[in-house]
Structures are given as C-alpha cells and as structure tokens.
C-alpha cells in the first residue's frame, strides 16, 4: 500500500475549517447542482493519520452478477447515535448544516467514510438512492483527504461526464436532485496514487 504523503504547505498543528462562503455552484441542470470549495479543511494531515488508524475499517463483499466481489475500498459508517472518529468531522458536520438549513431545511445526520488504498480502489457509477434520494431532492456533502483523485458525474442514462479533482481538504457538495438525475463515480487510476479518505455526510434516510 502506497503511504500517504503530506502537503508541505499543510503545516497546521491541528485540522481547522474555512468560511463556507467561499462556495461556487454549477447548475448541472435537471435541477440538479454542485458546489465546490477548496482546501476547506486545513491542517489535514494529521487528521488523515488518525482516521487511517483509528477508524474500524471494515472489507465488504458483495453480490455482482453470477458471484460475490470484493469491494474495492475499506468502509465505515456513522449512525444519527454514532460519535464522529474525529471533533473537526462533528464541527464540519455542524457547519453544513447551518450554510445549507435553509435550502435543505434539515440537518445532516451521518457520515460515511471509504478509504482508497490506491489507484485500485474505486466506486462504480451509482446515485445515493437508498432511501429518499430516489425521490427527493436532497444533498450529499463529501470532504476529501489525502491522494488527489478524481469524482466524475454523468447525466443518469447518458450522456458527457463531468470530471471533479477533489484534492486534499477539499469539499463538494451535490445537491437537488443530483442523487436520482445524475451518477457519480470514482474511477480505477493506472498512475500511482496513494492513499485517500472520503468523508460523506448526509441527511437521515439517505444512503
């Protein structure tokens, strides 16, 4: 497994966020949209080796045609009930949910955490369409730690993708009705890639 290697910009003794305003949307259309900010969380680095080593990872398989797969990323979640593995990720929760309570018109309420290994790790294309997702607008907040990698979204049933370098301490959020109108995707990578912690956070229902 390839180590994460940090930033030697990202010298902050402790992780820390920045002010949200600094959010820039793209209307994907279909009522769907994504809001990036880069570099939100700052002092990652740290933060990044406590999760890796502190989270209880666990490997998942799962059915896939005629037999059972393993999953290509280690997983984690976090219920309403569950405390965050970190206080900068309950304060990052907190945060978008104050910027985004008078759009979304609730908290979010969990967090799923996938660790990429490496380049061979990934996500196919999916929507968050377990639960309400599939009907509802809703949103899906992901902050990025660690090896840059790329998220692509695509139009649900064709159509040209749009390709999302989330670097480390960034954060992207979709919104609307991205989750059943749009897929999202992170790709399998040939080039060397260390590791990468995604942090998902999102309302309750909606997985």
């Not at 030697?8 to 992780?15: G, N, T, Y």
Request: charged fraction near 25%.
């Amino acid at each position: 497994m390839t180590a994460f290697q940090g930033s030697l910009f990202d010298q902050s003794p402790a992780a820390g966020l920045g002010e949200l305003a600094g959010l820039r949307r793209t209307e994907l259309g279909q009522g769907a949209w994504v809001d990036l900010l880069p570099g939100w969380l700052t002092g990652g680095d740290a933060l990044f080796d406590r999760l890796a080593a502190g989270v209880p990872w666990q490997a998942e398989r799962r059915p896939m045609y005629d037999r059972v797969v393993d999953v290509p990323r280690l997983l984690c979640f976090y219920g309403e009930r569950d405390p965050l593995p970190d206080p900068i990720l309950a304060s990052a929760r907190d945060n978008l949910s104050v910027h985004y309570g008078p759009e979304l018109r609730e908290p979010f309420r969990t967090a799923g955490l996938c660790w990429y290994r490496d380049g061979r790790d990934s996500v196919a294309w999916h929507g968050d369409t377990i639960g309400r997702g599939a009907t509802h607008d809703t949103m899906v907040a992901i902050v990025s730690l660690g090896t840059p990698r790329a998220l692509l979204l695509r139009p649900r049933g064709g159509g040209a993708s749009r390709r999302y370098h989330l670097g480390h301490g960034d954060l992207l959020v979709m919104g609307g009705s991205c989750q059943r109108t749009w897929e999202h995707a992170v790709p399998k990578t040939r080039r060397p890639a260390g590791p990468r912690i995604s942090v998902q956070f999102r309302p309750r229902g909606v997985r």
